[in-house]
């Protein structure tokens, strides 16, 4: 067995009127929020996609269904620690993210110092470790016309 391995994560949610809007354990000012069954982190929920697909320990909603009344409203960062944990049993830590976020609003450039730090504390990374960018998906599709915002990840773990 390889002791590196690379993970993918994809993450979608709806945009709706009153929710916080959550992004890498963030509160971003904006009239709408995502909606799902914790606090719809949807850059958070991709990160543990990736990390647990590359440690070949399944997904998000198998390790936390939306069916399990103690994840409902939970803070997605939590879970993100417990993917850590779920890691670190296996004998894995995390290398580096990289995450791209599609938003035709709200502008989230300025937000990436405080989600990297809210992120590298969880992840036990440090900033540059952890890559954010951000895109709109130029008007087109349900993305394009603000109904949503989704998020893709890719990262690295390594084998103790």
């Known amino acids: ?14 945009l709706v009127n009153g929710r916080p809007l959550i992004i890498g354990g963030v509160n971003i000012p904006y009239s709408k929020g995502l909606v799902g069954h914790s606090d719809a982190d949807v850059l958070t929920h991709s990160i543990c996609d990736a990390l647990l697909g590359a440690a070949g320990l399944g997904d998000i909603g198998t390790h936390f269904p939306d ?3 103690r994840y409902h409203g939970i803070e997605s960062l939590k879970l ?6 779920i890691l670190a049993k296996a004998g894995y830590h995390t290398v580096n993210v990289d995450s791209s976020l599609i938003a035709q ?11 990297k730090r809210r992120l590298g504390n969880v ?7 952890i890559g954010l960018k951000a895109t ?3 008007g087109m599709g349900a993305l394009g016309r603000g109904e949503g915002i ?9 084998k103790a």
């Not at 993100?80 to 944990?85: E, F, T």
């Not at 609003?105 to 989600?115: G, H």
């Not at 989704?150 to 390594?158: G, Y």
């Open 67 to 69: 069916s399990d009344e």
């Open 150 to 158: 989704a998020a893709t990840c890719v990262c690295l773990i390594e």
């Open 123 to 129: 992840l036990h990374l440090s900033s540059e470790c």
């Open 136 to 138: 709109t998906s130029e």
């Open 105 to 115: 609003e709200p502008k989230l450039t300025p937000y990436f110092p405080a989600m």
């Open 1 to 14: 067995m390889t002791k590196i391995r690379v993970g993918t994560g994809i993450d979608f949610h709806r």
């Open 80 to 85: 993100l620690k417990q993917v850590i944990a």
